[in-house]
């Protein structure tokens, strides 16, 4: 059994003249969370589709569980398949069977009796929290309920795997919350491995060990979450990070100025990843006490164990010593950033 | 009195349904699998067969376009063939039997089509044969329209059966025809149109609310 449960290796595809997938490769290991974020069109649910042999490839290597893809017949296809789980955007459950045959079916599928089926039924809808909707039919449930029902059917075969194609993108953001901390519990108790796509990078800051990111049917940045955040290497990422860093609160930004003041100060940001940032800005700014500094904003989270966000610190202008200090945090690899200019 | 006439439109009645009851029958069972078969191999199906999807759509299309009173004289030897007669009851079975057929499966075809492609990709993510997939997820999911649209075969098939009396089949129609017109007893001919209305509306409002009680999307 080796390290990597799914392993692409140069894949492509593509659908008349659309590129879908662009020579992709990358590798997933057992038991993270492996995230892949881009923006629609960018070939993450083709990419998906690839893993449990739904979406063919017209060149490369699927290896899934050190089984090669390609090599599978139909029936060979489905073996693989019902070792791995798949929940979806719009939840796909069968409106004309209850939440405990959805559940069930699965099992059903894989021809197991009936009477050992009802057991691990009760047993998935006790993991999810749905026992009481067990005779339910899905028009009845909330969306959160749905996904609720769509991951304890994807689980009943046992999976090592769980493919999750935006499963909370139709979810608003209370439930995605509670969607995304049930499927990080699951890696945690039945020691799956989850390959998500979204659109969101909200989605893998919360959840996601590792992550790549698409554009155009390539993986233009790959890695841990906290790396990849905290260095964001292409425009893409920059822009899709753009969506989870805070925002100035509303007061500072009214203020704010594109021109220094005379006498006035300056607000200046550090986008950070390891504690190594914002402890060399703080001893920077320290050893200088005609800096005057002061916090005015900050937001640091801790992303894969590493301290991420960003901090605003409100300085006294001073001209030459700015574009010194800037000059030192370039030179020390900091992200460090001039937001604008307030009066003193 | 009219109600020396009630055992003209029990036997009447009785034929009628016999014809309707066993016709509709054997095009839900023939009809369904068509329906089902051009279903699963269009080009966007899950047993894709393009070919074989075109020449099935012709053959259906090809009974469609023939009036029915044309196939029923049409239909004679192979009437003949199969149950041995050409006239009676038994006879006009056939006819309405491969008239319905296609019909049946077009109906079919239209509520199959309307299942949501998710789900059926959902069943194929869970490792389902096609086979499975049909059972578990086409034909359930469209359960609703497969029944309202075996409602709409019967009524037509009532109305069909009606020009069976062509051939000497018996039933309501040919009640109304022999005795109704022919014999001008126009009392027999309005009974006709009522008992139709009656039964008619009857298949209607019944298949109408049984398929309500089925769908579970609601």
Redesign the interface.
Known sequence: MSDAIVRLESVSRAFGAVVALNDVSLEVRRGEIFGIIGRSGAGKSTLIRTINGLERIDAGRVVVDDSDLAALDEAGLNRVRRKVGMIFQHFNLLSMKTVFENVELPLKLAGQPRDERAQAVWQLLDLVGLRDKATVYPAKLSGGQKQRVGIARALAGKPALLLSDEATSALDPETTLSILRLLKELTGRLGVTIVLITHEMSVIRAICDRVAVLDHGQIVEQGPVWEVFGHPRTELTQRLLRTVRPPLPESLERDLRRQPVAGGRCLVRVDGSGAESYAAVLALLASEPGWQTDIVHAEVDRVGGHPLGTVTFSLRYRESPLRELLATAERQSIGLEVLGYVDG | MWTDDIPLFATALGETGIMVGVSGLLSLALGLPLGVLLVITHDDGIWRRPVFNRVLGTIINAFRSTPFIILLVALIPFTRLIVGTTIGTTAAIVPLAIAATPYYARVAEMSLREV?R??L?????????RW?IVR??LL??A?PGLLSGFTVTLVTLIGASAMAGAVGAGGLGDLAIRYGYQRFETDIMVGVIVVLIVIVSAVQVGGDRLARR?N???
């Open positions: 949501d998710g789900l990709e959902a069943l194929r993510a869970l490792g389902a044969t499975q578990e997820a359930p999911e359960l089925l579970r999307r609601l």
